[in-house]
């Protein structure tokens, strides 16, 4: 791991950093991670940001918040990672709990409820067009396209506890790539 | 099985942080499994109602887990699914950080990754049909969905208009 180009950031600069990246994105926000980590504030290069976020997706968990919190401990510890994250979640949730306050309050009004409706609508259809992206990207082997139907229809179908799906498909999916990994 | 919400939320959600492969929206359909299926909490078409407000939210997608919170129990419970929801998995990464350097190149490491991959994806497919099948009540309101992903996968028009659009014609009575 080489030096950043920066000085370390201070956990005040962590928050306001990651504040930033938590009020940008909409319907994800790693590609503004990486425009703030790598471009705005250079506390990563690029070959280390890739780094991070490989670690990152490997792990369980919201990836964006790991990423805060490996950056953050990484310059600062425990505290770095608590401001880090912190940065990143306080706007976003006081926007979702006024949102979730305004449904609660008014999701019944028939002008509001049809409103939602459309926008559900169009919800699904981002949703559905990342899922046919990331299918499209990353199933290029027959194994891929088994394992991932597999667990399809484990959750959304036979709808059967996460981790009994995961319990069975995910060593499957391993032992099918343990040859073309090195 | 405990009779407070509060502290099912927390069970639930900090047990899902943990196994929440591929992040927190390819763990859509496990979330709609206990809210819904299991608990009861609010009906699959509320579930739809708060994705679809946590995307027309600005910042991390994991925050529909907040929404969820609110539905079942208020501000605290908004509270108790975020923090079950970021923490354990924060501690576990926090931990691991230190010592990636010893196996990130690691043999097994690669195929665990590679290996996920394809659940990740199936477990995203899963998330967009039952989000779909549960937000969409009508034929205009399945086609809605349709275009839209066309739209998504063939331009670079921003989601957010998409979203607006979706709402225009909600409120029109379109869909």
């Keep these: 791991m080489t030096e950043p180009a920066a000085p370390p950031p201070t956990p005040r600069e962590l928050f306001a950093g990651f504040f930033g990246i938590g009020v940008s994105g909409f319907g994800g926000v790693l590609p503004w991670a990486r425009r703030m980590l790598v471009e705005e504030r250079r506390w990563l290069d690029p070959d280390e940001f890739t780094d991070v976020l490989s670690l990152c997706q490997f792990l369980p968990g919201p990836n964006i918040v790991n990423v805060a919190v490996t950056v953050g401990s990484r310059f600062r510890g425990a505290r770095g990672a608590l401001a880090a994250v912190a940065g990143l979640m306080a706007a976003p949730f006081a926007i979702v709990v006024a949102l979730g306050a305004l449904y609660t309050t008014y999701g019944s009004v028939p002008a509001i409820e049809a409103t939602i409706r459309g926008v559900s609508a169009a919800a699904a259809g981002l949703l559905v067009a990342t899922a046919l992206k990331m299918a499209r990207s990353g199933l290029t082997r027959w194994s891929a396209v088994i394992i991932a139907a597999a667990a399809f229809g484990g959750t959304a179908l036979a709808r059967f506890p996460l981790v009994a799906v995961l319990a069975v498909v995910a060593p499957l999916s391993v032992a099918a790539v343990w040859r073309s990994v090195r | ?175």
């Design chain 2, 1 to 175: 099985m405990t009779d407070s919400p509060l502290a099912q939320l927390a069970v639930d959600f900090g047990l899902l942080s943990l196994i929440a492969v591929g992040g927190g929206i390819a763990v859509l359909p496990e979330m709609q499994r206990i809210v819904v299926d299991t608990h009861g909490w609010m009906t699959a078409a509320t579930f739809a109602d708060l994705f679809a407000l946590a995307q027309a939210a600005p910042g991390p997608n994991v925050l529909v887990v907040s929404l969820l919170g609110w539905q079942v129990a208020g501000l605290a419970g908004a509270a108790v699914t975020t923090v079950a929801m970021t923490v354990p998995s924060s501690l576990l990464t926090f931990g691991i950080a230190r010592v990636w350097e010893r196996f990130r190149d690691a043999r097994w490491r690669k195929a665990i990754q590679r290996g996920l991959a394809p659940v990740t994806i199936g477990l995203m497919l899963g998330a967009a049909y039952l989000i779909t099948r549960a937000a969409d009540e009508s034929a205009a309101a399945y086609v809605l969905t349709g275009l839209t992903a066309a739209v998504v996968l063939t331009t670079n028009v921003h989601p957010l208009w998409l979203i607006a659009f979706g709402g225009v014609l909600g409120l029109l009575g379109v869909v």
